[in-house]
């Protein structure tokens, strides 16, 4: 994309004003609001649907959005490190509006009972139909993350978000946790379910034997005479992040200079406008974006940042728009290119909330995902006990839902300490809400979510931490795989985002008491990456461990406090604020 300086803040402002209407619905009923908030008129002749990171979220949900999510280095201060009234700031928002709540964590309970829940694939499924009516020849696209994230998910092996993203109308996807239900799963389903429907596309999975293509790196569709290629990019570091047994004849990684020979190809076979689906995560996508020229627009997923405006970043090239689109099936995002003279000249983005409460369900949609859910419904239903306080996931550090796991497997399982990984799906709970076991297992459901017990020197314990904290906080986004810090239960700790690797964790004590680093310590934890954790005896599942504790709570589990490190480096920061 050639852009002149004014073109180029043209276009940003165009992007920046979609958000901005939205404050004269704030006070307005259902119906009203829909009918501003959802007004998207069509722009140019091509246009993409985009949706990521749904993790099996069939059903309307509560999704609270981080207070804290820290840009280091060349990334403070910039999109997706902006939180709370920063984030609203920057992008035009106005706070106490319907889509400042989709956005941001501020007022969650108060705007939660507000607005409702967000999400629900019959709810997306009526605005996917209300945007394709008003763009013809649309494409919807899908980021990744789909088939895993709910106990639906799991027991079905998949196959429940393959059906509804089937009637959905899905055209193209690339993938991640898709992967931890195993190679041949995968493949059997692009290979029947998918075919001649939906196209799976993966530039940089490969054989490890001969470097052959897995999947399609990527496809070519007309839209309204228009050439368009969609390039696929699998998660990068998914035999890191993820069990490697479970892929494991495939290699992965970020690819670049494969990346620039596939657009160059799609170029060539006269692409005119270049769009990658991308879950490398947002910070990698930006800089992927600097890298690889050619590209009109990145649409990304996995890190869950939902933002309403698109980066604009310099290649040698020209521009590459970056965005993403959010997580939990709570945003669809509209990308309307005008192409001209074989090229885009101009853009608009949107970014639109799914309010259960403002889109009518689609009934086609809501009869199928009562259809998969029916012989489950009992099991999901069963009330484990009422919250006292709110819970939620999503921070960079730590939250009260993860809060709940760490001390239930702390207290079940006799340990001084406990790890839970540092995912960024899940669900929220209000406080007075029943946690019942569809709530556990959307927090939960991983096809290796065993709990363990393991004897860790205090020693090994500041190695995990600085391990995983330099995932999170290395300034070259490349070194970053897209998580959360480790929550920890039972130690305290401090951190430094800002020091480098092995220095950035400090001061650990246990009871108030320093950590002695010979000294072995009872760690409890879930969802191991090593093979032998599915073979060793005795390792219950951790909802099995969860639901003990919650049962042993007399119907109620008082509000949650989450343990969170002392920061040390790096405040004030925009990717912060009190939660």
Request: net charge neutral; proline share 4%.
């Amino acid at each position: 994309m050639n852009l002149s300086k004014r073109e180029f803040f043209q276009v940003l402002g165009a992007g920046t004003m979609a958000g901005m209407g939205l404050g004269t619905w704030a006070d307005a009923d259902a119906a009203t609001a829909s009918a501003g908030l959802y007004d998207a008129p069509r722009f140019g002749n091509v246009s993409f649907l985009h949706m990521t990171d749904c993790h099996a979220q069939l059903m309307p949900s509560h999704f609270r959005e981080p207070s804290v999510n820290l840009g280091v280095g060349s990334m403070k201060g910039q999109l997706p490190h902006l939180v709370g009234e920063h984030l609203l700031k920057a992008t035009g928002v106005r706070p106490g509006t319907a889509q400042a709540h989709a956005l941001t964590s501020l007022d969650f309970e108060k705007a939660a009972k507000r607005y409702g829940k967000v999400g629900g694939f019959a709810h997306i499924a009526t605005l996917v139909k209300q945007l394709r009516a008003s763009r013809p020849g649309a494409l919807l696209l899908d980021g990744g993350d789909t088939w895993q994230g709910s106990g639906t998910s799991l027991w079905t092996n998949g196959q429940d978000m393959v059906d509804a993203c089937k009637l959905l109308g899905v055209d193209v996807m690339t993938g991640h946790w898709e992967f931890t239900y195993g190679m041949e799963r995968v493949k059997e389903i692009i290979d029947k379910d998918f075919a001649g429907k939906i196209e799976f596309v993966a530039q940089n999975v490969k054989t490890n034997d001969f470097g052959d293509q897995v999947f399609k790196p990527y496809v070519m569709r007309e839209i309204n005479g228009v050439q368009c290629a969609i390039i696929g990019q699998a998660f990068p570091y998914t035999p890191i992040a993820n069990p490697r047994y479970m892929v494991a004849d495939w290699a992965f990684g970020i690819q670049d200079e494969n990346m620039q020979k596939v657009v160059d190809e799609a170029r060539a076979k006269g692409a005119q406008v270049v769009v990658l689906l991308s879950h490398n995560g947002m910070d990698v996508d930006l800089k992927m974006a600097s890298r690889v020229s050619g590209i009109d627009a990145i649409m990304g997923g996995h890190t869950h940042d939902g933002m309403p405006v698109a980066s604009v970043v310099s290649n040698k090239g020209g521009k590459t728009l970056v965005t993403n689109a959010g997580s939990n099936g709570k945003f669809l995002a509209v990308m309307d290119f005008d192409v001209k003279g074989k090229k885009v000249v101009d853009y608009r983005y949107k970014l639109l909330p799914v309010f259960a409460n403002m889109l009518p369900a689609d009934k086609d949609m809501e009869a199928l995902i009562q259809k998969v859910r029916a012989p489950y419904a009992e099991k999901l239903a069963e009330k484990l006990a009422v919250t006292e306080g709110t819970l939620y996931r999503r921070g960079n550090f730590n939250g009260t839902g993860d809060q709940l796991l760490l001390d239930a497997l702390m207290d079940v399982q006799g340990a001084e300490i406990a790890f839970s990984p540092g995912f960024r799906w899940g669900t929220s709970l209000l406080a007075g809400q029943v946690i019942n076991r569809e709530w556990l297992m959307d927090m939960t459901a991983t096809t290796y979510s065993y709990a363990t017990v393991t004897e860790m020197t205090g020693e090994t314990i500041k190695t995990v931490l600085e391990d995983v904290c330099d995932n999170l906080f290395n300034p070259d986004p490349y070194y970053q795989q897209g998580g959360d810090m480790v929550r920890v239960g039972g130690l305290q700790y401090s951190c430094n985002p800002l020091q480098t690797m092995g220095k950035r964790i400090e001061d650990m004590r246990l009871n108030g008491k320093p950590i002695d680093a010979s000294r072995k310590y009872k760690v409890a934890g879930w969802a191991p990456v090593a093979e032998e954790a599915r073979t060793a005896p005795g390792n219950k599942q951790v909802w099995e461990v969860v639901e003990q504790w919650l049962k042993a709570r007399d119907g109620k589990v008082s509000a949650r406090k989450a343990n969170v490190p002392k920061l040390t480096g790096g405040l004030p920061n925009p990717g912060y604020i009190d939660s």
